[in-house]
C-alpha cells in the first residue's frame, strides 16, 4: 500500500474514534455547583528548565492539584496563548480550577 493511503487509514481511524467517543454528561455533573468558581484565584508558576546544550525551557505551571498532571503543548503555528488567553478564555486556568494540575509549554 502507499504512503497515502496508509495516512487516510489511519486518519479515518482516529476520527472514527474520536466521533464515537462517549461525550455525553450525567445529570449531576450538570448543575453549577459541579462547575469550577470563576473567582477562584490561581498561582502562576514559572519554571525555566536548563537543557544539555545550555539552552533553557521555560514551563508554566497551574497547581490546583487533586487530580493528576496534564501537560500542554501547542501546534508548531501557535505559542502557549491558544490555552491561556485571558482569565475568561484560558483552558489552563478552567482545568485548574477543576482540580487539575497543569503544565504548559510556552
Same mark, same amino acid.
Given at each position: 500500500m502507499s504512503y497515502i493511503l496508509i495516512r487516510r487509514i489511519l486518519a479515518i481511524i482516529i476520527i472514527s474514534i474520536f466521533l464515537s467517543a462517549n461525550f455525553a454528561v450525567s445529570k449531576d455533573l450538570q448543575t453549577s455547583e459541579n462547575l469550577p468558581s470563576v473567582k477562584e484565584e490561581l498561582q502562576k508558576e514559572i519554571y525555566i528548565v %536548563?537543557?544539555? /546544550?545550555? #539552552?533553557?525551557?521555560?514551563?508554566?505551571?497551574? !497547581? !490546583? #492539584? @487533586? @487530580? %493528576? #498532571?496534564i501537560m500542554l503543548i501547542h501546534g508548531?503555528?501557535? !505559542?502557549?496563548?491558544?490555552? /491561556?488567553? /485571558?482569565e475568561n478564555h484560558s483552558l489552563a486556568q478552567f482545568l485548574a480550577k477543576d482540580g487539575w494540575d497543569v503544565w504548559m509549554l510556552p
Amino acid at each position: 500500500m502507499s504512503y497515502i493511503l496508509i495516512r487516510r487509514i489511519l486518519a479515518i481511524i482516529i476520527i472514527s474514534i474520536f466521533l464515537s467517543a462517549n461525550f455525553a454528561v450525567s445529570k449531576d455533573l450538570q448543575t453549577s455547583e459541579n462547575l469550577p468558581s470563576v473567582k477562584e484565584e490561581l498561582q502562576k508558576e514559572i519554571y525555566i528548565v %536548563p537543557t544539555k /546544550d545550555h #539552552s533553557s525551557i521555560t514551563l508554566t505551571r497551574y !497547581n !490546583n #492539584s @487533586r @487530580r %493528576p #498532571s496534564i501537560m500542554l503543548i501547542h501546534g508548531m503555528g501557535c !505559542n502557549h496563548k491558544i490555552f /491561556d488567553y /485571558d482569565e475568561n478564555h484560558s483552558l489552563a486556568q478552567f482545568l485548574a480550577k477543576d482540580g487539575w494540575d497543569v503544565w504548559m509549554l510556552p
